[in-house]
């Protein structure tokens, strides 16, 4: 069945990079994404990266997709305690129509 | 440009109470969306309606939830007998259009409480 999937808790030092990782069972999607949602706020689009890629690289943010092993992840390079948030990994499911998001990861900072 | 908007913010009920929460979507947003998202887990679709039609409501427990989008633009999404396990919140997104490329904007949510 459809199900992506990831780690709960990441903690990290402010500074350092936050990798955040992902795998997801459509093999046929054609968008992943990965959304951020601070407290009492809906999801944000953070980033995208379209299926025929392995990389996409925005500021801070890199999306490393393996799509032989249904993996995606999410580098946040020198995490600021802004970047405390929960963070969602999403698939493209029949034609992109539909996206199933993961549980999330929540991203925790510390000083 | 204003983002999603979504009333009310929060809402505790009784049991067996009725509730509606209302939605406005981005203006020229064709595509409208409900999802409702549990402590501790992702967003689930409820609903997804392009224009006025209900194009994927295989989510929607259809006994108690009811959803609509008059003229296609706002929508409400309604519970009635609310139970104790709707607790939760209850999301709006939108989008331009479902191509292969979907970025969905998402409103603040609505936050359920069923005593």
């Known amino acids: 069945g459809e199900d992506v999937e990831q780690s709960l808790f990441l903690s990290v030092r402010e500074g350092d990079s936050s990798v955040i990782n992902c795998t997801y069972t459509d093999s046929s999607s054609t968008y992943l994404y990965w959304y951020k949602q601070e407290p009492g706020a809906g999801l944000q689009l953070l980033t995208y990266?379209?299926?025929?890629?392995d990389m996409k690289q925005d500021q801070r943010l890199t999306v490393l997709l393996n799509k032989k092993d249904k993996h995606l992840s999410l580098r946040i390079a020198d995490t600021q305690t802004g970047d405390s948030a929960i963070y969602f990994c999403?698939?493209?499911?029949?034609?992109?129509?539909?996206?199933?998001f993961g549980s999330g990861t929540r991203l925790s900072i510390r000083p | 440009e204003a983002g999603v908007v979504q009333s009310p913010r929060y809402k505790i009920i009784e049991k067996k109470q009725p509730v509606a929460f209302w939605c406005n979507p981005i203006s020229g947003h064709n595509t409208l969306y409900w999802y409702r998202q549990n402590l501790g887990q992702g967003p689930e679709l409820l609903i997804r309606y392009e224009n006025e039609e209900a194009v994927d409501d295989s989510q929607l427990p259809k006994d108690r939830f009811s959803a609509e989008r008059l003229k296609g633009v706002d929508s409400t999404l309604k519970i009635q007998p609310a139970e104790l396990g709707d607790s939760a919140v209850y999301l709006c997104?939108?989008?331009?259009?479902?191509?292969?490329?979907?970025?969905?904007?998402f409103g603040p949510g609505t936050r359920l409480t069923v005593l």
């Open positions: 990266i379209f299926s025929n890629m």
């Open positions: 999403a698939e493209s499911i029949g034609g992109a129509s539909k996206i199933i």
């Open positions: 997104a939108s989008s331009y259009r479902t191509g292969y490329y979907n970025e969905q904007f």
